[in-house]
Structure formats: structure tokens, C-alpha cells
């Protein structure tokens, strides 16, 4: 992660400093070894005037979040004075007792309960941490942390090129945009789609025909005389040049039925290869799906994530089927198949995806919205190693929970039909991105 975090021990002269600051240089040394550029004093911070000298004294700018440790017992001024200088989430960490049976010599923990509490109070965006910085958990848990807070950070850079408005009656892949950059701070970008048809049929063959060599590199089967191939070309490379204008990371594209009937071409292939590429990109102009991509893709470290329809249910293996026309990134199929060039199910135009995902531990994820606001929805499984369930992309889901009990209340809770799928289990990342966003959380995992 490139990422800048502010480090605070504090502590009182009344307690046990000595032993504080032993604590104090172990964790320093913990957090630098995280990869990360680290702010901090050379020596526990006693008073509060203290803070506020050091705090003025730094580059406050790219701070992603506060660590803040309660190396001994400290009231609320020290706190206070940090979120009064630094807008940036807390991390509240307090250490254990050096011994028992004795002086309280740092009593770091009350410290970490009051400074919880102001922090609760001022409706600021905390976490919590119990223990020493050598323990396995502490770093486990930070880390989770970071991570967390480097995706909130790159979603506020995160810019959606929107190219078509959603199909008729998909009205779940539309969104509030005020509310989505206020909450998430995600911007959109309105792409006139036939427009981008039309410049991308004018593109001479030497501009586009590098979007063939590429997609060749991973497709099998792939006749780039074809005409839909061609005007995968055009269109994906006329799209490069919007990324690039607009300063891109995200596409929501209008699928059907205009590509099929203005294009002549099924956008599928366009969605892959983006999204492959890092570009994370969403069938059916669907807004959420692209935002959860993006998500997925920053929690996994880049991985490619999926974005699919459920539709089939098999009870005996308490499993799901996820599948989509023809899209899905290219490192996805299964490295027995590998990435084939197809036609699309219903249309019968090209070019698409024809495979079945690989195998793997999976994480499902979906950014959902009701008028009563935002919500998340976590669920983790097994993408199982059988054949390729449906004509397009698919992959059949082994679930954690019970298939029926979750099928039920999945459309009782009435989620979005389309699932967002990464090959990592982020899930406990998920729900700690749903807590510092004050989000409704529903979770489907055996923990």
C-alpha cells in the first residue's frame, strides 16, 4: 500500500514511561515494517500542548488515517486536539499491562476506553486495537485496517465513466449521484453512447488493430478478420481515449440492445478486456456493480474481479451459479479451458467470453441501495471446479451458509441481481469498510 499514516503515542509522567516507551519503539518498528510511509515523534507525547506542537509541525495533506496509541492512561484533550488538527479516521490502540500484582504502571486500556468515547461523541470515524505490537494479531488486524482506509481513500479518487443510461427497467443500476459522491466520494462521468459509436467506426485500422494484438494474447480463438472483432477494436480504443481524457478508473456501460443493433458487435469483450486491464467495468450501465468491482479490485490487491447474475441454485452441493452473457475478465477462466472467443447466448453476435471460472476461495460483495439510503452485502464461498455451467461465463459457488435459508433472505433483504465476486476472501476487510462508513452490513459468512 502507498499510503502516509500518523503514529501518536501518547502518555501521562505519572505512570510507568520506561516500560511505555519500550512498547513505544516496538511499535514504531511493527508499523514502518507494514510498507507504509509512517509519521511520528521520536518519544511519547505527554501533554496535550505537546501534541498540538508536533501536529503543527508536519505535512498533514496525505494522511490517510491516525494511529493513535494510549501508551498510558491519557484524558480526552490529547484526542480532541488531534481530530481538532487532523480530519483523518482513528485507530485507538491500547497495550497490555507489563505485569499484574502491583502498581498499575500504564493502564493503557482505560485509555483506550475514554478516547473511544470522545470519539464516539464527535461522530469521528475510529477503530479499535488491544494488544502488543508483536503479537500476530495486532498486525493482522492493522493491516486489515489500512487496507480498509486505502480503499476509502481510492474512492474518493475513483471517477465511473458512464456510457449509455441502463436498459429499460434496470432501474438498480442507476444511482443518487449526490449521495453516491457524498457518501463514497465516487464522481460520474456521462459518456454519450452513440457518439462514442460513431467516432469509433471513423478510427483507421492502424489507431485500433493494437486492441486485437492485445486481446490475443489471452484469447483463444479469436479471428480478428471477423467484423464484431473489428468493432470490439474500435470501440475499445475510441474508449481508451475517453479513460485517459476523463482520468478514468471505472465504466458502467449500456450493453443491449444498442451495441447489437447500432454497433453490430456485443460489448461483452469490450468489458473484458478493461477490466482485465484494470479498468473495472460493469454490463448494464450498472453504476453499484462497478463501484463493488472496484472495491473488490483494491481489497485483493489488483486481482480481476466478476460481475454476474445468480441464477441457478443446486442444493445438493449448497451451491449457487453465477453467470453473465459473455464478460469476464480473462485471467478468470478456468486454466483448463482458458479464455475462448464466443458469440453472445441470445443475440448470436460477437465477439464474447465462452468459459467457466477457475476454482478458488471467492468473496461476494454488492455496494446496494434502497431510498432508505446505502448498504453493503458480504458473503463468502468456494468456487467449485466444475464444468461450465451455461453457455457464456459462469461459476458455480459453494456458499458458507445454508443455500436456502440464504437464497430466501437474500430476496427478502431485496438485494440488486448483480453479485460482485473476487478470487480473495476480503470479507472481514468488507465489513470493517462498512462500519467506518456507517453502513448497513448484511453478512452471509460462517464466522
Request: aromatic share 8%.
Amino acid at each position: 500500500m502507498s499510503m502516509t499514516v500518523l503514529y501518536v503515542p501518547i502518555g501521562r509522567k505519572t505512570f510507568d514511561l520506561e516500560a511505555g516507551e519500550a512498547q513505544r519503539v516496538k511499535s514504531s518498528m511493527m508499523l514502518n515494517s507494514l510498507g507504509v510511509e509512517v509519521i511520528e515523534p521520536e518519544e511519547i507525547l505527554t501533554s496535550p500542548d505537546e501534541l498540538s506542537d508536533f501536529l503543527k509541525g508536519i505535512d498533514k495533506e496525505n494522511i490517510v488515517t491516525s494511529i493513535y496509541q494510549s501508551v498510558t492512561f491519557a484524558d480526552g484533550e490529547f484526542v480532541q486536539e488531534l481530530i481538532k488538527q487532523v480530519d483523518a479516521p482513528v485507530m485507538v490502540w491500547s497495550i497490555r499491562e507489563p505485569s499484574i500484582n502491583g502498581r498499575l504502571r500504564l493502564n493503557s486500556l482505560t485509555g483506550g476506553n475514554s478516547t473511544s468515547h470522545i470519539l464516539k461523541c464527535a461522530s469521528h470515524p475510529y477503530s479499535f486495537l488491544f494488544g502488543n505490537p508483536e503479537e500476530a494479531q495486532i498486525r493482522s488486524r492493522l493491516l486489515t485496517f489500512l487496507k480498509v482506509q486505502h480503499v476509502i481513500h481510492e474512492l474518493k479518487q475513483f471517477k465511473i465513466g458512464l456510457i449509455g443510461e441502463h436498459p429499460p427497467g434496470f432501474f438498480f443500476s442507476g444511482t443518487d449521484e449526490e449521495l453516491l459522491h457524498k457518501q463514497f466520494g465516487v464522481e460520474i462521468k456521462k459518456v454519450d453512447l452513440m457518439k462514442a459509436f460513431e467516432e469509433s467506426k471513423k478510427l483507421p485500422i492502424e489507431e485500433w488493430e493494437h486492441a486485437i494484438d492485445r486481446a490475443e494474447q489471452q484469447v483463444i480463438g479469436l479471428n480478428r478478420n471477423e467484423e464484431t472483432v473489428q468493432r470490439f477494436a474500435q470501440f475499445t480504443t475510441h474508449v481508451e481515449s475517453v479513460i485517459k481524457k476523463e482520468k478514468l478508473s471505472g465504466l458502467a456501460i449500456r450493453c443491449w440492445p444498442d451495441f447489437f443493433n447500432e454497433l453490430g458487435a456485443a460489448a461483452c469483450s469490450t468489458l473484458s478486456q478493461f477490466t482485465e486491464d484494470g479498468v473495472v467495468s460493469a454490463c448494464e450501465s450498472d453504476i453499484h456493480g462497478s463501484v463493488s468491482m472496484f472495491i473488490l479490485q483494491q481489497l485483493s490487491g489488483g486481482n480481476a474481479p466478476y460481475l454476474g447474475d445468480m441464477v441457478h441454485v443446486n442444493e445438493a452441493s449448497n451451491s449457487v451459479v453465477f453467470w453473465h452473457c459473455g464478460a469476464g475478465a480473462y485471467s478468470l477462466a478456468h486454466p483448463d479451458q482458458g479464455a475462448r472467443a464466443g458469440v453472445h447466448p441470445n443475440r448470436k453476435l460477437g465477439f464474447t467470453m465462452e468459459f467457466g471460472l477457475k476454482p478458488g476461495q471467492v468473496t461476494m460483495f454488492r455496494v446496494g441501495y434502497t431510498p432508505d439510503g446505502f448498504r453493503l452485502l458480504v458473503m463468502r464461498g468456494k468456487a467449485l471446479d466444475t464444468p461450465q455451467r451455461f453457455n457464456g461465463t459462469s461459476v458455480e459457488v459453494e456458499l458458507e451458509t445454508e443455500i436456502n435459508d440464504t437464497l430466501y433472505s437474500l430476496m427478502e433483504e431485496g438485494f440488486e441481481p448483480h453479485y460482485a465476486l473476487v478470487y480473495e476472501d476480503v470479507a472481514d476487510e468488507l465489513i470493517e469498510l462498512g462500519r467506518q462508513l456507517g453502513l448497513e452490513t448484511v453478512v452471509y459468512t460462517n464466522d
